[in-house]
């Protein structure tokens, strides 16, 4: 039986951030993944200037160095497209210029930016990384948990498990109630193709709100190397209601519809079609509890409009090395003291993730989705008010109140 002050389950980008900060700290800890680095992970790829900033806030050097990284690609922008085909192109930056500016957004396949952290991770001699440890059970000792791995080989007891072992994790399920809710919960499928045609020269990526999809959406991400990332996802409530295989919509969507019957006529599937859960954060949940904190996917944070998951599992777990250091100098691993975590990963998260629930309720208007889109394909100027709403969270309040409607519709 290992023993280890902090025991980290999971080293995706949550558990890898949270590794990272404690090391930071001078803290030591154990990260266990059951996969060994390089892994896939199915994901839309997609990196927001969110990630970039948790990136510099590990170390102001990462963001130079993911840019230099042949697998990643620069993205500039957002193409959303309006179920009557309206394209409200949102880019990151007004006024950016491609050739000059530091970009605010990547696409990165998984199999390399998860790598890129776990390098950073290996750099590190406070953090003991373990591969290949597929930790099947894990039990309340005195200490706080044991965790024994499928063959039995492998056991650790530690004071603080830190969660982070994805939207899959049979701990949040278990230990932490965490349940799964299908209005709270997203299906997604992802492929990679090559050879799409019409991909953005600025590699925006591309968000369709298809008329006989709604509420789902189909996306389409350029990738390094001519690749994409095309993928669906729709509320998981609706899936199982209206019976929906989300393989053959996909499919259905490539082949029929008029615009991707051509964009992919010369494109290659070069992967299996593969499916995930996302764990939305359209609910606050409790996410920690004695001797434990849950973060990034086990803790249910993705926003419920975007899909975006990253950089929140990356927030939680910076948050989730904060509360670990203090629980340290304290001694004190109670759920009562854990509670500072989930008022700092809420504090920060909460209004953005609220706020984006109300937008992915706007797709349950899309006469008013359209008309949005319409307005603001024709004028500049609430073109740029909506690209600013992504990235100042006041703006975005405006999209709470009917009178933004009313004066957009009657102007
Ligand atoms: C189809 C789809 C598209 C998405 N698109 C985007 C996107 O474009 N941009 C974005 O920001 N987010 C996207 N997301 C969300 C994003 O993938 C997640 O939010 C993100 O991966 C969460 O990171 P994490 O570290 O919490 O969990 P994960 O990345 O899932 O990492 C969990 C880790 O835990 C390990 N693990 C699991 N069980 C065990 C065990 N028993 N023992 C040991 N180790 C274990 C796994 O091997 C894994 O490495 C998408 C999700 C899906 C499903």
Redesign the pocket.
Known sequence: MQQHDICI?????????AALHLANKGISCVL????V?P?D????????G??VNELKRISPDLPALLSQQEEQLPSWGIHFISPAGHKLSVPFKPDYKAAEDVPSGY?SK?IDF?NFLIEQVKKRPEITLLEG????KVERNEQGFSLT??SGEHQFSTCLLIA????????ARHEAGIKQEPEHY?????AYYKNVAGLDKDNF?ELHFLKDFLPGYF?I?PLPGGYA?V???MLSETVSQKKINLKKEMLRIIETHPEFKQRFAAAELMSDI??????LGSKKRVISGDNYML?????S???PF?????????I??RWAATQAELCLQQQNFSAGFMQGYDKAVYNRLWKELKLSRRMQQLLDYPWLFNQVASKASKNQALAETISCMFTDLDLRERLKQPSFYLKLLFN
């Open positions: 389950l999971g080293a995706g980008p949550g558990g890898a951030s266990l993944d059951k996969a680095f892994r992970k199915v994901c839309g790829d997609a990196l927001s969110k990630v696409i998984r998860d440890i597929d930790i099947s791995d499928k982070a072992n994805g939207a899959h994790s049979a701990f997203c299906a997604g499928l992802r990526i996306w991400f990332n993928g669906v996802g593969k499916g995930y859960g996302l764990p973060v990034g996917d086990a803790a944070l993705i926003d975007t899909g975006e998951g990253i950089s929140n599992a990356m939680s777990g």
